[in-house]
């Protein structure tokens, strides 16, 4: 009980570390204001005790986090809302760990089932660095793509063709799309976009998968976003009202086992097919990963020039970066096309072939 009562607190101040450094001001100052809480005993320490035996490792603080915001986006918690710049409100450092507290108090089912809920992002931001790899793959084999990605949550990447990217010397997409990426995405020499980037076919899988084209699962999306990163908050909301018009069917479904299946027969005849996945492989139990890549491996001795096989990943490379790594078969060839900050930004492009 002791150890948990810490994991609890130790998971709080955690939380409020990496709020304050990692860009969310508003959540770092609530959240010096939730330990007070949580130390007094109050509803923070009675809403998360017993919550979850690794409240660090399951995210507990941005649980309890979201479920106010998820309230406040949905216009149920006026009194916060006015503080959130997600929901037009303002802030200039005041404390409003007592709205929070309030709305906890008087909310208590909406928080107990909102602290069931894992936290699930799917950042838009990725996609960037990506559709750079899709173009080179484009480029270098000749053919469309058929997309298979793992753990893509919502969707929001595989619906990347969706959305407009300019280096400044070349670009890719949908010139007339509200999601945009400009040259301030990509360290100098950007990657070269052009050439003929089709996508022949889309699937995609989660072991949750979060359906962007209704409100409920739109507001989930929302309500993991830190409110003062209004950024984010925009693109996302963009690409929420992008994906509502444009449904793409997810399984819900284990990635090995998924991927086992779908490439069973092997890669397909005349196109270029491309597994993809960013930020997820942490997340997957050793088991998966194994069956992962003896997927990968299995299907890869099936392919050809005609019918070539390619693993893109996007998976943490530092605590700061991550790298966008592509292995290509036949052959089974691993090169790194890219570094990356973790939502995407400050594409540092690597492969100029
Ligand atoms: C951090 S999110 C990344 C989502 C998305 N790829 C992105 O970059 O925005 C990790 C995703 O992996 C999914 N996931 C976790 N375990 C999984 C598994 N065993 N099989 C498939 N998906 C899984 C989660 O549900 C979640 O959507």
């Known amino acids: 009980?002791?150890?948990?009562?810490?994991t609890v607190l130790e998971s709080l101040e955690a939380q409020a570390f990496s709020c304050t450094n990692a860009g969310s001001a508003l959540y770092g100052?609530?959240?010096a204001g939730l330990i007070d809480d949580y130390r007094s005993g109050g509803v923070t320490a009675e809403l998360l005790e017993g919550v979850s035996t690794t409240p660090v490792h399951d995210a507990?603080?941005?649980?309890?986090?979201?479920?106010?915001?998820?309230?406040?986006?949905?216009?149920?918690?006026?009194?916060?809302?006015?503080?959130?710049?997600?929901?037009?409100?303002?802030?200039?450092?005041?404390?409003?760990?007592?709205?929070?507290?309030?709305?906890?108090?008087?909310?208590?089912?909406?928080?107990?089932?909102?602290?069931?809920?894992?936290?699930?992002?799917?950042?838009?931001?990725?996609?960037?660095?990506?559709?750079?790899?899709?173009?080179?793959?484009a480029r270098r084999h000749q053919r469309a793509l058929d997309l298979l990605e793992i753990g893509c949550s919502a969707g929001l990447l595989s619906r990347w063709d969706e959305y407009f990217y300019d280096t400044g010397s070349s670009a890719l997409g949908s010139p007339a799309s509200e999601v945009r990426f400009d040259h301030s995405w990509f360290r100098t020499p950007a990657p070269d976009l052009s050439g003929d980037v089709r996508v022949a076919r889309r699937r995609g899988s989660d072991i949750s998968p979060i359906?962007?084209?209704?409100?409920?699962?739109?507001?989930?999306?929302?309500?993991?976003?830190?409110?003062d990163q209004a950024e984010r908050v925009d693109r996302l909301r963009r690409a929420?009202?992008?994906?509502?018009?444009?449904?793409?069917?997810?399984?819900?479904?284990?990635?090995?086992?998924?991927?086992?299946?779908?490439?069973?027969?092997?890669?397909?005849?005349?196109?270029?097919?491309?597994?993809?996945?960013?930020i997820v492989w942490q997340y997957l139990p050793q088991s998966t990963?194994?069956?992962?890549r003896d997927a990968l491996e299995t299907a890869g001795e099936l392919a050809t020039a005609d019918s070539p096989l390619l693993w893109l990943r996007?998976?943490?490379?530092?605590?700061?970066?991550?790298?966008?790594?592509?292995?290509?078969?036949?052959?089974?060839?691993?090169?790194?096309?890219?570094?990356v900050g973790y939502h995407g930004t400050d594409i540092e492009w690597l492969q100029h072939y």
């Open 240 to 278: 929420l009202a992008i994906a509502a018009r444009t449904p793409l069917p997810i399984t819900r479904a284990d990635a090995g086992a998924w991927l086992a299946q779908e490439l069973a027969n092997g890669p397909t005849t005349a196109v270029a097919t491309v597994v993809f996945h960013s």
């Open 314 to 339: 996007m998976e943490p490379h530092t605590p700061q970066r991550a790298d966008v790594r592509l292995t290509t078969w036949p052959g089974g060839h691993e090169e790194v096309l890219a570094e």
């Open 211 to 227: 359906d962007a084209t209704n409100a409920e699962g739109q507001l989930t999306m929302l309500s993991f976003v830190w409110p």
């Open 60 to 137: 507990v603080p941005l649980r309890y986090l979201a479920t106010a915001h998820r309230l406040a986006l949905a216009g149920a918690a006026p009194n916060l809302a006015r503080w959130y710049g997600s929901c037009d409100g303002t802030w200039n450092g005041e404390d409003i760990s007592t709205d929070f507290l309030h709305l906890a108090q008087t909310h208590r089912s909406e928080f107990l089932a909102g602290l069931q809920r894992n936290v699930q992002t799917n950042e838009v931001g990725r996609s960037a660095v990506l559709a750079s790899a899709f173009a080179l793959v």
């Open 29 to 31: 100052s609530l959240l």
């Open 289 to 292: 990963r194994a069956m992962v």
């Open 1 to 6: 009980m002791k150890a948990t009562t810490f």
